[in-house]
């Protein structure tokens, strides 16, 4: 049971365009959710994450926007980068409940390459 | 020097072996975790640990168990090893303490394989 799905395993985006990378989630539990962007060879790091009071969370580059109704967020990336390509990872905790505040669950990762 | 270091970077073993994996924080944090990258299904959950007296299971904890040496030290056993743990072991660490805001930090990885 996937509870966190990122539908798409690979984004080709050109340099300078934006990617949206996208992903869904099932446990409406869920109040807390965070992007990690992996290397290869390197462990993954965390890029930006979004609460759930929250429908937009933006760093630089880099915005998370959250549709709570739809269980849907997504990560822009604008410009996008040749340095951005790496596999992306969404992932949901439930924050505020005990026990299981600390777990995350992930996505199975979408590999981004941008080109030149 | 990284934060979250883990031994050995590479291991090829055989059915049946005994393996230890390690896993070090420089980070002062008490939460530490074992999770296994397998394509096509992410990061899952092995084990995790709150402090050195609290150890649970994850989503996959079967054929695993755990040592939470010291706050800085975590290691994953595998007893006797078979095929399909081939993966790739991520270690992580987290501190709860900023305001229950939960973002993990990832040691470089193990690569294993199970002949």
């Known amino acids: 049971d996937q509870q966190v799905k990122q539908n798409s395993p690979s984004l080709s985006v050109q340099e300078g365009r934006i990617s949206i990378l996208n992903c869904d989630y099932t446990n409406s539990m869920f109040d807390y959710f965070l992007w990690y962007k992996k290397y290869p060879a390197e462990g993954p790091t965390f890029l930006i994450s979004i609460s759930s009071i929250k429908d937009k969370n933006e760093d630089g580059r880099f915005t998370v926007f959250l549709n709570k109704s739809a269980k849907h967020l997504s990560l822009h990336i604008v410009p996008s980068q040749p340095g951005d390509s790496a596999v992306y990872f969404c992932a949901a905790s439930a924050r505020l409940y005990t026990g299981t505040a600390s777990k995350l669950t992930f996505g199975t990762g979408t590999r981004l390459q941008v080109t030149l | 020097d990284a934060d979250v270091t883990q031994t050995p970077r590479n291991r090829i073993t055989k059915t049946g072996k005994r393996i230890m994996l390690e896993c070090s924080q420089t980070k002062g944090h008490d939460r530490m975790y074992w999770y296994r990258q397998d394509p096509g299904l992410g990061l899952r959950l092995i084990y995790y640990s709150f402090d050195v007296k609290d150890i649970n299971k994850g989503e996959i904890s079967d054929g695993y168990s755990v040592s939470r040496q010291a706050q800085a030290k975590f290691s994953l056993s595998l007893e006797s090893a078979i095929p399909n743990q081939t993966a790739l072991y991520f270690c992580?660490?987290?501190?709860?303490?900023?305001?229950?805001?939960?973002?993990?930090?990832f040691g470089p990885g193990t690569r294993l394989t199970v002949l």
């Open positions: 992580a660490t987290s501190d709860l303490s900023r305001g229950g805001y939960n973002e993990q930090f």
